[in-house]
């Protein structure tokens, strides 16, 4: 086990990574339209050719995760056998519900449901019906439920039974030594996964903070008329940046424990405001419809390609959903597996499959299915608004009910709070996984993938906006996702080895 109080040591993983993100950041600003050409190629092409393969993966990390649950390794604790949770359980699952929510979600909470309400996802599903309404929710259940959240806790869980069973370090790279062992080409081959797991986090959080940034610059433009441009959401970024950094120097039990608070408190503000201020019984009863039909099409959900009709709507949905989840899931289980020892395996799968999908399924419920019913029963043109810009969904919709000034003042500053303690977390997270897995990273190391994480996203949003985040998490999950794979082969490997007879 490495010890904590020994001082953090930059290696390869740090130089060589930096340096590749670095050098993007120089290319997009000095030639944006060639970056965006490149990217927009590549873009085609990974979804063409690998679409597939995101799709079977996620599909098999679900079946995987609840085999686990269910057969004698459930029993397994993820930590000595005698050890027990950390946390008490409503405190573990206050924990998962700050991680189920985050900005994503409040951009396509909305944002979502109505686009697909405007383009169905099936050529044969009428535009602006009931039908397209009741199929638009059921697909946006789809992509914030247990597919997504599977990707975090599969990471999650091999990071957690290396750390707290084996005593072992939380870089992705140690969850593959098993496989690796001692041979010649171990070291190289170690940084190698480590740095392809530190780029695919920084494009995963670049993709977040991009999505936030079009969003804050959206409701700016709503409420307040301030101009909808790419160097508007620059000067968003250099603001947000230096505010996650001055985070960043508070350290983690102020800054971020002090934020995290605060959005809790006010997504549920918004969210109880709205879920009572809005069409109450039509939002239960989407609820309800919505995850009947969630459950009876998870299968053909799961594993629907469209190579007869030559369509994109998979690709440009589903493909890059589960792209992102992958890309970002280093960040997100890292925060998952650490609130997760003395847990079991089937505590644990349970929790994190149920607690954070539900908390998001709710949270469209709420806000889409107002929109929603605001479109279908009293007349407006949400879907329309939205159609032509996505980044104003929730203001539009604020418009629509009482104290909307208010609504959409509170919902920039959770984004941009959001935003700051993703952020931070994030950078704390790359920093420990570029200096050998320290609890402890030094600070100029947090600035410098602070500054990083700022400068690739105002690159993407420059070059090529939403399109541009889109290619960088496709992009970077690829690999990652193969890594995944061997990873949950090495921990199914290991948990045979384990004598589950003796576990209580």
Same mark, same amino acid.
């Given at each position: 086990? =490495?010890?904590?109080?020994?001082?953090?040591?930059?290696?390869?993983?740090?130089?060589?990574?930096?340096?590749?993100?670095?050098?993007?950041?120089?290319? /997009?600003?000095?030639?944006?339209?060639?970056?965006?050409?490149?990217?927009?190629?590549?873009?085609?092409?990974?979804?063409?050719?690998?679409?597939?393969?995101?799709?079977?993966?996620?599909?098999?990390?679900?079946?995987?995760?609840?085999?686990?649950?269910?057969?004698?390794?459930?029993?397994?604790?993820?930590?000595?056998?005698?050890?027990?949770?950390?946390?008490?359980?409503?405190?573990?699952?206050?924990?998962?519900?700050?991680?189920?929510?985050?900005?994503?979600?409040?951009?396509?909470?909305?944002?979502?449901?109505?686009?697909?309400?405007?383009?169905?996802?099936?050529?044969?599903?009428?535009?602006?019906?009931?039908?397209?309404?009741?199929?638009?929710?059921?697909?946006?259940?789809?992509?914030?439920?247990?597919?997504?959240?599977? %990707?975090?806790?599969?990471?999650g869980l091999i990071i957690a039974y290396f750390q707290f069973r084996r005593n072992a370090d939380g870089l992705i790279s140690t969850s593959l030594s098993p496989l690796i062992k001692e041979r010649p080409y171990k070291q190289p081959l170690n940084q190698t996964i480590d740095i392809l797991a530190v780029i695919a986090t920084v494009m995963g959080v670049a993709t977040s903070l991009g999505l936030g940034v079009?969003?804050?610059?959206?409701?700016?433009?709503?409420?307040?008329?301030?101009?909808?441009?790419?160097?508007?959401?620059?000067?968003?970024?250099?603001?947000?940046?230096?505010?996650?950094?001055?985070?960043?120097?508070?350290?983690?039990?102020?800054?971020?424990?002090?934020?995290?608070?605060?959005?809790?408190?006010?997504?549920?503000?918004?969210?109880?405001?709205?879920?009572?201020?809005?069409?109450?019984?039509?939002?239960?009863?989407?609820?309800?419809?919505?995850?009947?039909?969630?459950?009876?099409?998870?299968?053909?959900?799961?594993?629907?390609?469209?190579?007869?009709?030559?369509?994109?709507?998979?690709?440009?949905?589903?493909?890059?959903?589960?792209?992102?989840?992958?890309?970002?899931?280093?960040?997100?289980?890292?925060?998952?597996?650490?609130?997760?020892?003395?847990?079991?395996?089937?505590?644990?799968?349970?929790?994190?499959?149920? %607690?954070?999908?539900?908390?998001?399924?709710?949270?469209?419920?709420?806000?889409?299915?107002?929109?929603?019913?605001?479109?279908?029963?009293? /007349?407006?043109?949400?879907?329309?608004?939205?159609?032509?810009?996505?980044?104003?969904?929730?203001?539009?919709?604020?418009?629509?009910?009482?104290?909307?000034?208010?609504?959409? %003042?509170?919902?920039?500053?959770?984004?941009?709070?959001?935003?700051?303690?993703?952020?931070?977390?994030?950078?704390?997270?790359?920093?420990?996984?570029?200096?050998?897995?320290?609890?402890?990273?030094?600070?100029?190391?947090?600035?410098?993938?602070?500054?990083?994480?700022? /400068?690739?996203?105002?690159?993407?949003?420059?070059?090529?906006?939403?399109?541009?985040?889109?290619?960088?998490?496709?992009?970077?999950?690829?690999?990652?996702?193969?890594?995944?794979?061997?990873?949950?082969?090495?921990?199914? =490997?290991?948990?045979?080895?384990?004598?589950?007879? =003796?576990?209580?």
């Amino acid at each position: 086990m =490495k010890d904590s109080t020994q001082k953090p040591r930059l290696n390869r993983v740090f130089y060589i990574s930096a340096s590749l993100i670095a050098l993007l950041v120089l290319f /997009g600003a000095i030639a944006p339209t060639v970056f965006s050409s490149i990217a927009g190629s590549i873009f085609n092409f990974t979804t063409r050719s690998f679409g597939w393969f995101y799709l079977l993966a996620v599909f098999l990390f679900v079946l995987f995760l609840i085999f686990l649950a269910f057969s004698k390794y459930g029993k397994i604790r993820l930590g000595k056998d005698d050890d027990r949770p950390q946390y008490p359980f409503f405190t573990w699952i206050g924990m998962l519900f700050s991680a189920g929510f985050g900005v994503g979600l409040v951009f396509w909470g909305v944002a979502e449901p109505m686009s697909h309400f405007f383009t169905p996802p099936y050529a044969d599903t009428e535009a602006l019906t009931v039908e397209g309404a009741r199929l638009a929710m059921a697909y946006s259940f789809f992509h914030w439920g247990v597919s997504q959240w599977s %990707v975090f806790a599969i990471v999650g869980l091999i990071i957690a039974y290396f750390q707290f069973r084996r005593n072992a370090d939380g870089l992705i790279s140690t969850s593959l030594s098993p496989l690796i062992k001692e041979r010649p080409y171990k070291q190289p081959l170690n940084q190698t996964i480590d740095i392809l797991a530190v780029i695919a986090t920084v494009m995963g959080v670049a993709t977040s903070l991009g999505l936030g940034v079009l969003q804050i610059n959206g409701g700016l433009n709503s409420v307040f008329g301030l101009p909808n441009t790419a160097w508007m959401q620059v000067a968003i970024i250099v603001v947000l940046t230096a505010l996650f950094l001055t985070s960043t120097t508070t350290g983690l039990d102020r800054g971020i424990k002090w934020l995290s608070n605060i959005n809790l408190g006010t997504a549920l503000v918004l969210m109880v405001f709205v879920f009572f201020a809005g069409p109450t019984i039509f939002i239960l009863e989407t609820l309800t419809l919505g995850l009947g039909d969630y459950l009876q099409n998870f299968i053909r959900y799961s594993l629907r390609l469209q190579p007869y009709q030559q369509g994109t709507w998979v690709r440009d949905w589903t493909i890059f959903y589960w792209a992102w989840a992958i890309a970002w899931s280093p960040f997100v289980g890292a925060f998952v597996a650490r609130v997760s020892r003395g847990r079991t395996i089937r505590e644990f799968v349970v929790g994190v499959l149920i %607690v954070p999908p539900f908390i998001a399924l709710l949270w469209i419920a709420v806000f889409g299915g107002t929109a929603l019913h605001l479109d279908l029963f009293e /007349g407006t043109s949400i879907a329309q608004a939205v159609d032509a810009d996505v980044t104003s969904a929730l203001f539009v919709t604020f418009a629509e009910l009482p104290f909307s000034l208010i609504l959409s %003042v509170l919902s920039i500053l959770l984004i941009l709070t959001f935003l700051i303690t993703s952020a931070d977390s994030a950078t704390y997270i790359i920093s420990s996984m570029t200096t050998n897995g320290s609890l402890n990273p030094p600070l100029p190391v947090r600035i410098a993938w602070g500054v990083l994480l700022g /400068g690739i996203a105002a690159v993407l949003l420059i070059a090529s906006g939403l399109e541009g985040l889109q290619t960088a998490s496709l992009i970077s999950a690829l690999p990652f996702t193969i890594i995944l794979l061997l990873m949950v082969f090495t921990l199914f =490997k290991l948990l045979r080895q384990e004598n589950v007879r =003796k576990i209580k």
